[in-house]
C-alpha cells in the first residue's frame, strides 16, 4: 500500500472510530444443547469471512448477561481473530444472542456512517494483514493484543467514496467467487468421477477379464496394527526409527514420517517394523478409512493396520479395491462413539481375485484415468488460488485509492473524524 494519501483520505486508528473494542472469556458451562446465546470461537470466523454458526456450543441466559457480560456482541459488530489462525475478520449480521470467547476480538463502530463491511475489508486487505501476523506474540498459540488491534492505521476515505469502494469490493469479490463455486462443483464431479472409474473397475467394465472368484482378506494377506510407546518416557522417543500416526496417511505414497522413535521404545511397545511397501490403512479417528504404501520400513501407531504384500497379488490392486470399498468398510464400524474399522472387519472383507496379469491391466486402466483426474484437479487448484491472489489484488486496490474514481465534490474524511471526534468528547 503506498505511503501517499489520497486526496481527501486521512489517517486515523481503529480505536478513533470505534464505541467500543473488547473480547470475552471462556465460561465452564457450554453445552451442545440449544440455550440462550450462542458461543462464538475463533473457528466459527471462516476463512470466507463468514461467521458459522452451526458448530456453536451455547451458555445460559445468566453467564450471557451477567458473567459475559462485556462481550456480549450486537449486530454489525466486527469480529477479528487474535489467537491460533490470525486476522480473520467478519461482520455480525444477526440479532440473535451471541457471545464469544478470548480468541475472538469485537470492534463496535460509533455511530458515524462507516459501514461495518467497509472495515472489513480495510483489515482483510493484504498489507493490513500482513502488518497484523508480524506484531503477533510468537507463542505456543500466536496471539493478538487489544492494543495492537485498537492501534491500527485506518486510512480512511471520504464517507461517499467508502461507500463505492465497498459496492465495488462486493460486485468484483461476488463475480471471483462464482467462478470458485464453479471450480468446487467440477472438484465434486471429479471425485464422484473416480469413484465411477473404481465402480466399472471392480464390475469388470474396464478391462475384459475372465470370471473372478472372491476370497476374504485374511486368506490372502497377513494384517497387524502397531503401536505407542508410553508417552512421556524421554527413552522411547527421538530415535531413528519413524513411526507413524493415521493423521500421515493421505491416500497415496508416504513418504516420511513425522515422529521417531528409539530401539528401547520399539521393545517396550506392541509396534512393528513394517517393511516398504505395506499396504495402511487407518482403523478410526478422523481419518478412518484412509489408505498409504510404505515407501521406507516405518512403525506405525495402533490407530492403522498394516496389510502385507503377497507377491501373487498385485499392491496398487488392492490399494484401489480398498478405496472403493472405503464407504462400507466405515459403514461397518459404525455404532460406537466413533467408526471404528477393526481387523475383524478388514480380515473379513471379500476382495476379487483375477488373475495377477488382469489385476496389473485393471490398474494401468484406473491410473490412465486417475491421471487425467489429476491434472484436471491441478488446474482447479492453480485457479482457486489464482482466485484468492485476485481478491488481495483488489482489496489493495481498493485501500491505495485506485479501485474507484474519486469524486472532487465529496465532503473531506477529515470532516468526517472531526465530527467523530466531536460526538465522542460529548459522551466523555
Not at 440473535?96 to 461495518?116: D, H, K, M, W, Y
Not at 497387524?224 to 507413524?244: D, F
Not at 476382495?351 to 486402466?365: C, F, G, N, S
Request: charged share 30%.
Amino acid at each position: 500500500m503506498t505511503n501517499k494519501l489520497p486526496q481527501g483520505w486521512v489517517e486515523c486508528e481503529l480505536k478513533d472510530l470505534c464505541e467500543v473494542i473488547s473480547k470475552g472469556t471462556t465460561p465452564k458451562n457450554q453445552t451442545d444443547e440449544p440455550n440462550f446465546a450462542r458461543f462464538l470461537k475463533a473457528e466459527n470466523v471462516t476463512k470466507e469471512s463468514v461467521i458459522d454458526l452451526t458448530s456453536c456450543k451455547y451458555i445460559d441466559k445468566e453467564t450471557h448477561t451477567t458473567t459475559l457480560k462485556r462481550s456480549i456482541l450486537k449486530n454489525n459488530d466486527i469480529l477479528i481473530t487474535i489467537a491460533g489462525t490470525l486476522g480473520r475478520c467478519a461482520v455480525v449480521e444477526t440479532e440473535e444472542n451471541l457471545n464469544t470467547n478470548q480468541a475472538v476480538c469485537f470492534a463496535r463502530l460509533l455511530n458515524c456512517g462507516i459501514s461495518p463491511h467497509f472495515i472489513k475489508y480495510y483489515i482483510l486487505s493484504p498489507f493490513v494483514n500482513r502488518k497484523l501476523t508480524n506484531k503477533a506474540k510468537v507463542t505456543a498459540i500466536p496471539n493478538l493484543t487489544l492494543e495492537i488491534i485498537k492501534d491500527i492505521n485506518v486510512k480512511l476515505p471520504p464517507l461517499n467514496e467508502q461507500k463505492r469502494i465497498e459496492e465495488k469490493i462486493e460486485e468484483e469479490f461476488g463475480k471471483i467467487d462464482e467462478g470458485v463455486e464453479k471450480l468446487k462443483l467440477v472438484q465434486e464431479q471429479i471425485k464422484q468421477y473416480r469413484q465411477s472409474v473404481l465402480k466399472a473397475a471392480f464390475d469388470g467394465k474396464l478391462y475384459k477379464v475372465t470370471n473372478w472368484e472372491e476370497k476374504q482378506l485374511k486368506d490372502i494377506f497377513n494384517t497387524s496394527s502397531g503401536g505407542t510407546p508410553k508417552r512421556g518416557n524421554p527413552a522411547y522417543y527421538g530415535g531413528t526409527i519413524p513411526w507413524l500416526k493415521s493423521g500421515e496417511l493421505n491416500n497415496g505414497i508416504v513418504t516420511k514420517a513425522e515422529e521417531y522413535i528409539t530401539e528401547e521404545g520399539l521393545k517396550n511397545s506392541s509396534a512393528k517394523i513394517f517393511p516398504r511397501g505395506s499396504l495402511l490403512i487407518a482403523l478410526y479417528g478422523a481419518t478412518v478409512g484412509k489408505l498409504g504404501i510404505l515407501d521406507f520400513d516405518s512403525t506405525t501407531n495402533q490407530a492403522i493396520c498394516c496389510i502385507y504384500q503377497n507377491k501373487n497379488y498385485n499392491r496398487d490392486f488392492l490399494f484401489y479395491y480398498l478405496l472403493f470399498k472405503k464407504e462400507y468398510l466405515v459403514n461397518q464400524g459404525k455404532g460406537g462413539a466413533q467408526p471404528n474399522i477393526s481387523q475383524e472387519i478388514i480380515k473379513a472383507l471379500l476382495i476379487p481375485v483375477p488373475t495377477l496379469d488382469e489385476q496389473k491391466q485393471i490398474v494401468a486402466e484406473i491410473e490412465k484415468r486417475f491421471e487425467i483426474a489429476d491434472e484436471a484437479e491441478r488446474v482447479i487448484a492453480e485457479n482457486l488460488e489464482k482466485a484468492e491472489q485476485l481478491k488481495q489484488s483488489i482489496l489493495k486496490k481498493a485501500f491505495e485509492g485506485r479501485l474507484v474514481p474519486q469524486d472532487p465534490t465529496d465532503e473531506p474524511a477529515s470532516v468526517l473524524l472531526a465530527k467523530i471526534k466531536a460526538e465522542r468528547s460529548k459522551n466523555v
